[in-house]
């Protein structure tokens, strides 16, 4: 019987054998076909993984070139920035979610919440999880010590020492030099950018942006060999970067500081240009913002308050305030109306203070008028009646053409980001834009720069640097010369002669002059013992009055905007000027001795340059 059993379970193993032959040969093919997988399959990414965790490439940033006025003295210069950063691969040795971890020391040693780290890492490690993670930027020299002596603790963090700029003048100029930023989601997929890793500073605005490429340089790199934590073993291979090269602006520094102090705490702008070439001489837009906040580690926050602020100190008035021009578009008016043959020098017109078209009265600054006037003192007494006669003889379309001949209603091509174009009404725009037709009326308006009429501070500037030099529009220019690897770059002024006869810019240029030398002259303020100035004062409207009211009678945010344009030496200009105070009221109150500040100071310290050269 106990022989029986044993046979039988004999027979029974010996059955059940094949099975367990089976079994492991199974197990035996899938540990061969996860090998084969992960060793043919996924060779070549394991492989990349493995070199990436013993060999890693770090970018070496270039040191920005620096900007310099148009004499060489630096307005910016590079400083050493320290940027406490993270691998997320090394980290990952560790458990990073939990108590204690190098996120969480981490956070406690630089003061930022282990929340607000992950939320970092979470973003960058769908990118480039072998690439640097900047956690604290500008980090203070306390914190780089901790994170230095505690650093075996912590795999993966470490100390990224990066060139940064301080703009040695602060908000001086701000909207013309421009600041860094961090490289954006949407610029690192630029091929530009390419070899610059996430993180980055880059020109973000002004000619930190518009020139860019020329000032950043190009990356070097560092091929490096890690160990298991992270941590540098040697350098295998290294190639140096290439420093930006160095710009030199046609700014000219005290006259730029001389227009900003002019401005002060008004809202508005003041530029200048050089007519014989389109040179930015000053160019001032307040308020300002400071463009050493943007490469410092609160660069969000500042923008966020930046953007909130209710006098908008984001905008670059300079390029982007679109207001009427106000009597400073007289000169376009006289110059359409000697050039069709509408008018002479010598046509008189009869103010009494105002005109009746259609139903309506349209009034002269002056309550009782001018009297019998001729162009020329229609010019120097800024007479609107004058020009309310002019207009509706040249007709919406005539004043158009010549608005645009001047280079109105369309960007200057200065080369800086989000220029305006302004605006110059015809019949044929407001049927486009509005679906209406143009009334002779709204003509009216626009002979003395209000109604649909818009224009920027750097456009009028160009109007009357074009006055100065004879009827040449140059695009202004913001850029001497670069000094890149191959040496000097000589930017050179592109002129175009506009359609203007040369006697009618002379008799402009007198008229121009009467408005600062002569009595009556709407601006005086701005006579000056050092050199002639002419010039052409404008107050633009921004609500209408049914009577008149002085202007300290009202709230300041419903008064006029101020405008003056000038030149000097009249003679023979060395720098055109456009002064422009936001509700600053009458242009020859307000803006005319501003105008005069600049080109004095710009004048005074060109004599001396002058001197010194001939000695």
């Known amino acids: 019987m106990l022989e029986n059993l044993q046979e039988n379970k004999n027979s029974d193993i010996q059955k059940r054998l094949p099975y367990f032959g089976y079994a492991i040969l199974i ?26 965790n013993r060999l890693r490439i770090i970018k070496i ?6 900007i310099y006025d148009r004499e060489g003295i630096p307005l910016v210069e590079n400083i050493p920035s320290f940027d406490i950063s993270l691998v997320i691969e090394d980290i990952y040795i560790e458990d990073i979610y939990k108590e204690g971890d190098t996120i969480s020391r981490l956070g406690k040693f630089i003061g930022i919440p282990e929340e607000e780290i992950k939320k970092k890492i979470e973003v960058a490690k769908r990118k480039e999880p072998f690439q640097p993670v900047k956690i604290k930027e500008n980090a203070s020299w306390e914190e780089v010590a901790v994170i230095e002596a505690r650093k075996v603790d912590m ?15 602060g908000d001086l100029g701000a909207h013309l030099i421009g600041h860094l930023g961090r490289i954006t989601p949407e610029q690192v997929e630029l091929e530009e950018y390419l070899n610059f890793p996430r993180g980055s500073l880059i020109g973000q605005w002004g000619i930190e942006k518009s020139f860019d490429n020329a000032l950043r340089g190009i990356p070097g790199e560092r091929i490096i060999e890690v160990d298991a934590l992270g941590r540098e073993v040697k350098v295998l291979a290294e190639k140096e970067s290439i420093p930006g090269d160095d710009i030199y602006l046609t700014l000219d520094l005290n006259t730029q500081k001389t227009a900003e102090n002019a401005l002060g705490k008004e809202a508005g702008a003041i530029v200048a240009i050089d007519p014989n070439n389109g040179g930015i001489l000053a160019f001032s837009s307040r308020p300002s913002l400071d463009p050493n906040m943007f490469s410092k580690g609160t660069q969000r926050q500042y923008w966020t308050d930046m953007m909130n602020n209710p006098i908008h100190p984001l905008m670059n008035r300079v390029t982007q305030s679109q207001v009427p021009p106000g009597s400073t578009f007289k000169i376009v008016m006289a110059a359409a109306g000697l050039e069709t043959g509408k008018i002479t020098p010598s046509t008189e017109v009869n103010c009494q203070g105002s005109i009746r078209f259609g139903n309506r009265d349209f009034r002269c600054w002056k309550a009782g008028g001018h009297g019998r006037v001729s162009l020329h003192r229609a010019i120097v007494e800024s007479c609107d009646v004058y020009f309310y006669e002019l207009g509706k003889k040249l007709g919406i379309d005539v004043i158009s053409k010549y608005a645009e001949t001047f280079g109105l209603g369309k960007i200057t091509g200065i080369p800086l980001p989000s220029e305006k174009t302004g605006l110059v009404p015809s019949t044929e725009w407001k049927n486009r834009a509005l679906g209406k037709p143009w009334f002779p009326g709204e003509t009216l308006s626009v002979s003395i720069g209000q109604g649909y009429l818009l224009v920027t501070p750097l456009q009028m500037a160009q109007v009357a640097a074009s006055v100065a030099n004879d009827g040449i529009i140059y695009k202004p220019q913001v850029v001497k010369r670069i000094n890149g690897k191959n040496g000097y770059i000589d930017l050179l002024p592109e002129g175009t002669k506009i359609q203007i006869n040369n006697g009618t810019m002379k008799f402009l240029r007198d008229a121009m002059a009467g408005v600062v030398e002569e009595p009556g002259g709407t601006g005086h303020r701005a006579r000056s013992t050092i050199a002639r100035i002419g010039g052409k004062t404008g107050t633009s409207q921004i609500i209408g009055m049914k009577e008149r009211v002085k202007s300290e009678n009202i709230p300041k945010r419903f008064r006029d905007h101020a405008w003056f344009v000038a030149f000097a030496p009249a003679e023979n200009a060395r720098i055109a000027v456009a002064s422009f105070v936001e509700h600053g009221g009458h242009g020859g109150v307000s803006s005319a001795p501003l105008a005069k500040r600049v080109i004095e100071e710009y004048i005074k310290n060109n004599n001396k340059s002058q001197v010194a050269s001939n000695k």
């Open 27 to 52: 197990l035996i093919a899938l540990i061969v076909l996860r090998i084969w997988y992960y060793q043919v399959l996924k060779g070549n990414y394991y492989r990349e993984l493995s070199e990436n």
């Open 155 to 169: 795999p993966g963090v470490f100390v990224e020492v990066e060139v940064t700029r301080n703009y040695l003048y």
């Open 61 to 66: 940033l270039p040191p920005r070139g620096i």
